[in-house]
């Protein structure tokens, strides 16, 4: 494990200050002690402080063999054994714990794949994931979702070592929102003119699920925050849009 040795101004960091030492470019942490590790592949990672990190309740589902061995959005093949989820917004690669509400059972798992486009549902695990929470017989649950940071190293302060994880803003990067999809073309067009009154940037994205029905998503403007995307939606909610969400890119 490399160890950082920080000075005294740098204890600053316990307060949410950027940190960088010898090589190490990117913004970093330090964490109390008592936060809890989750490890994966042995490497440590950690969940931020909730007024800093991802922290989402809502419905989960699961997808399995429909999917086994198709090309996830990530551009990886997905594996239902492998422990990775969809989910619309959160960055591709992004490790989260995902706790089962009812029965309290945890699983860590990596974003590699976009989805579930269900309204009210906020997360799609893979089938190994959803065994590991319950999830399988029930098929949909309520869930607590937490962006885990990664451990860089450890950060002495005074006489004690503390972790030193990464400091990642889960509200920047880039961002559309989807308004309805498809099975025929024209409908898609249809809406897209009407849309294209009250934005510039409307788009019509072909895609094929593994039954083999293309879906025509409708999907409006690019935005660079998830604030900006999520005051799209309530402009459209309030236009009388209700199916419309985010999804990250």
């Known amino acids: 494990m490399r160890r950082f040795i920080l000075f005294p101004l740098i204890t600053l960091s316990i307060f949410g200050c950027a940190v960088t030492q010898g090589s190490y470019k990117r913004p970093a942490r330090v964490l109390p002690e008592e936060h809890k590790p989750y490890s994966v592949n042995g490497v440590p990672y950690y969940p931020l402080p909730r007024n800093e990190g991802f922290v989402q309740e809502g419905m989960a589902s699961w997808y399995g063999g429909e999917f086994h061995r198709k090309k996830t959005a990530s551009g990886e ?60 017989h029930p098929g949909v649950t309520k869930v607590r979702v ?27 990067g880039m961002f559309t929102v989807q308004v309805g999809a498809f099975e025929i073309e024209d409908n898609a067009r249809r809406l897209v003119e009407r849309l294209r009154v009250i934005f510039d940037d409307v788009t019509i994205t072909p895609y094929t699920p593994c039954d083999g029905k293309t879906l025509y998503r409708v999907r409006v403007t690019t935005s660079k925050g998830l604030t900006e995307a999520s005051r799209i939606v309530r402009k459209l909610e309030y236009l009388g849009f209700s199916d419309t969400f985010v999804v990250g890119l």
């Open 77 to 136: 093949i997905f594996n239902m054994y492998d422990k990775t989820a969809a989910h619309k917004t959160l960055p591709l690669g992004t490790h989260v714990m995902v706790k089962n509400l009812s029965n309290l059972r945890e699983v860590v798992v990596r974003i590699n794949d976009r989805g579930p486009f269900v309204k009210g549902r906020i997360i799609d695990l893979s089938y190994a994931a959803a065994k590991d929470i319950g999830l399988i």
């Open 146 to 172: 937490v962006a885990l940071s990664k451990e860089l190293g450890t950060a002495q302060l005074g006489d004690t070592y503390r972790p030193l994880v990464e400091a990642r803003d889960f509200d920047r």
